[in-house]
C-alpha cells in the first residue's frame, strides 16, 4: 500500500540536521563542529531559504512540520549542558542567515526562535498548543491536564503543523514526565472509554506500531494459540506507519483474508465468541485523527513522544483478571509503562526489552542483562497474588527452555505474505524457527503474567495446541467472522 504524503518534502539535508540535534540533552550533536562532519548550519538555513523562496522542487521542499521541528530544537538547545549547546558555526550560521530569513518565515516559527517574541493563536484549539509551548521552549514540563489538552488540539485541523511539531519534537527533548506519558496515552483514548467485556480474563499486546522489517512478527499467531488455551487476547495496530513501515499485525491479516476495520463492538463480538477468543482493533477504527497524523513521523525524524504511549491503550475490561504485554526499546520507558497499567487495574503486566522494541523474543540471549545495560529478552514487570504486588525481572534464556540456537535467525523473505504464509505452516505443525518463535512467546508470556506458574508446563501445553490444529481452528474462526460481523 502506497502512503500519500500530506506535506511537501521532506527535505532530506534538513532531516539529517534533524537527526543530530532534535534529541535529548545528551545525545544531541551541534551541527558544524567540523567541515566534513554532517550538515553544515549555514548551508541547511540556505535550504530553507531556497524553499521559501520556492526554489525548490516540492518533493524536496521543506515543510512546515520540519521548520517547527528543526528551529524548536535550536531553541531549547539553549538550556541544554554546554557540550549539546550551540556551536560556533552554527552561531555564526544564525547571526548570517536569520536577518534574511525572519522577514519570510511563518509568524509562529518567529515565536519558535524567540519565545518573548509572542504569537497570536488564530483559534481557541491553537492557544492551547502555544500556551503549552511557552513553557516547553523554556525546557519546562507541563502537567498531566495541559499535556492531555495539548495533545488533543494537535489531533485536531486547528494547530499548524509547525506548532504540532514543535511541541511533539520539544516534549521529547525535554525527557516527559510520568504525567506528561500519562497525558498523551489519555488524549489517544479516554481511560472513561474503556468498556466492560464479557470475559474471565484479557490480556492487551502492545507492539509498535511501526512494524517489523528485520524480524518475524508473531503477536497474531500467538493471539490464536493462547485462544486454543483459553486465554482470550486483544491485538492493536495499524497498517502502515511511516518512516519505517515495517509489517504489523494488521497487513498480515489482510493478507489472511480477514478484515480489519471493525470497530469495538465487532471487536468484542469476537473476543468473546469461545471458537474465536483474540480480536483486532484498528488504530484507523479507535482514534482516526491519530492515524491521519502518521505522516507526521516523518517530517519530525524523531518518534513522537505517542509512540511509546499508543501501545499502552486498554480498550476493554475482563470480568475478573486484565494483563497487559508491552514492548519497548528505549531504556526508562518501561517503568512509566508498568506504573500506568497497574494504576488502571491491571491484574499482571510485563514490559519485555524483545526484537525492534517489541516484546518477542529473540531465539538466542546474548550478553546477559546488567544494572547499566539490559539485553534483548529482558523482562520485568508484576503479578498480583491475593492482593499483594509481586515484581519480578529477569533474562529470558531460551537454552533453558530447550531452544538451542547459535544465532538468532532472520527469515529469508521480509513480506506480510511471507511471514503469514509462515506463521500458518508453523500452526499446521510445521517444526523450525518460525514454529519455536511461536511456542516461545506463547509459554514464556503465560508464565510470567502467571497464568501458567510453570514455565516447562507452559511450553507443554502451548506445544500441544499448535501440534493438534487447534490454534489454526481459531485463526480460521476469527478470518472467517470477521467477514461475516
Avoid at 58 to 67: D, I, L, N, Y
Wanted: hydrophobic share 35%; with cysteine; aromatic share 10%.
Amino acid at each position: 500500500m502506497m502512503y500519500m504524503p500530506q506535506f511537501p518534502g521532506p527535505n532530506q539535508e534538513l532531516l539529517e540536521a534533524q537527526a543530530r540535534v532534535c534529541t535529548g540533552p545528551h545525545q544531541t550533536r551541534p551541527l558544524g563542529k567540523k567541515e566534513n562532519d554532517g550538515p553544515q548550519p549555514g548551508a541547511i538555513l540556505e535550504t530553507i531559504l531556497m524553499s521559501l523562496n520556492g526554489k525548490l522542487q516540492e518533493k524536496e521542499a521543506v515543510s512546515e512540520a520540519q521548520m517547527g521541528a528543526f528551529f524548536v530544537a535550536m531553541t531549547i538547545r539553549k538550556y541544554f549542558p554546554e557540550a549539546t549547546q550551540w556551536s560556533q558555526s552554527e552561531t555564526a550560521a544564525f547571526q548570517k542567515y536569520l536577518p534574511i530569513l525572519f522577514p519570510q518565515l511563518p509568524k509562529e516559527i518567529h515565536f519558535l526562535i524567540n519565545p518573548d517574541s509572542g504569537y497570536i493563536p488564530r483559534n481557541l484549539t491553537e492557544s492551547i498548543v502555544v500556551n503549552a509551548l511557552g513553557k516547553i521552549l523554556r525546557a519546562k514540563h507541563l502537567s498531566y491536564n495541559e499535556t492531555r489538552q495539548m495533545c488533543e488540539a494537535i489531533l485536531t485541523d486547528e494547530v499548524k503543523p509547525a506548532l504540532k511539531a514543535a511541541a511533539l519534537i520539544g516534549q521529547r527533548m525535554n525527557r516527559e514526565t510520568y504525567e506528561e506519558v500519562r497525558g498523551y496515552l489519555d488524549a489517544f483514548y479516554a481511560p472513561e472509554k474503556v468498556c466492560p467485556i464479557d470475559v474471565e480474563s484479557l490480556t492487551h499486546f502492545g507492539q509498535p506500531y511501526d512494524g517489523a522489517t528485520r524480524y518475524f512478527r508473531p503477536t497474531l499467531f500467538v493471539a490464536a494459540v493462547r485462544a486454543a488455551l483459553g486465554e482470550p487476547s486483544l491485538l492493536h495496530s495499524v497498517d502502515l506507519m511511516p518512516p519505517k513501515n515495517g509489517i504489523t499485525e494488521e497487513t498480515l491479516l489482510k493478507v489472511l483474508g480477514a478484515r480489519t476495520d471493525l470497530s469495538l463492538e465487532q471487536t468484542a463480538s469476537l473476543i468473546t465468541d469461545n471458537q474465536i477468543g483474540f480480536g483486532y482493533i484498528s488504530q484507523r477504527e479507535y482514534s482516526p485523527p491519530a492515524y491521519g497524523l502518521r505522516e507526521m513521523r516523518v517530517h519530525i525524524m524523531k518518534r513522537p513522544p505517542w509512540a511509546a504511549t499508543e501501545k499502552a491503550q486498554q480498550f476493554f475490561a475482563a470480568r475478573q483478571k486484565n494483563y497487559m504485554v508491552l514492548g519497548y526499546y528505549h531504556i526508562g520507558y518501561e517503568k512509566p509503562l508498568l506504573q500506568m497499567a497497574e494504576e488502571r487495574g491491571f491484574q499482571a503486566a510485563v514490559a519485555i526489552k524483545g526484537e525492534e522494541g517489541t516484546s518477542h523474543y529473540a531465539l538466542r540471549l546474548g550478553k546477559p542483562s546488567t544494572p547499566e545495560r539490559m539485553a534483548v529478552n529482558y523482562s520485568q514487570g508484576f503479578r498480583y497474588i491475593n492482593g499483594n504486588r509481586k515484581d519480578f525481572a529477569l533474562d529470558i534464556d531460551p537454552k533453558t527452555y530447550g531452544f538451542e540456537y547459535t544465532l538468532n535467525p532472520r527469515p529469508e523473505e521480509v513480506s506480510a505474505e511471507a511471514y503469514a504464509n509462515s506463521g500458518i505452516a508453523a500452526l499446521s505443525g510445521e517444526k523450525g524457527q518460525i514454529y519455536d518463535r511461536i511456542l516461545l512467546n506463547t509459554a514464556m508470556v503465560d508464565y510470567l503474567l502467571g497464568i501458567c506458574p510453570d514455565p516447562h508446563q507452559a511450553i507443554k501445553r502451548t506445544k500441544a495446541v499448535m501440534d493438534d490444529g487447534s490454534a489454526l481452528n481459531h485463526l480460521k474462526a476469527y478470518i472467517k467472522a470477521s467477514n461475516e460481523v
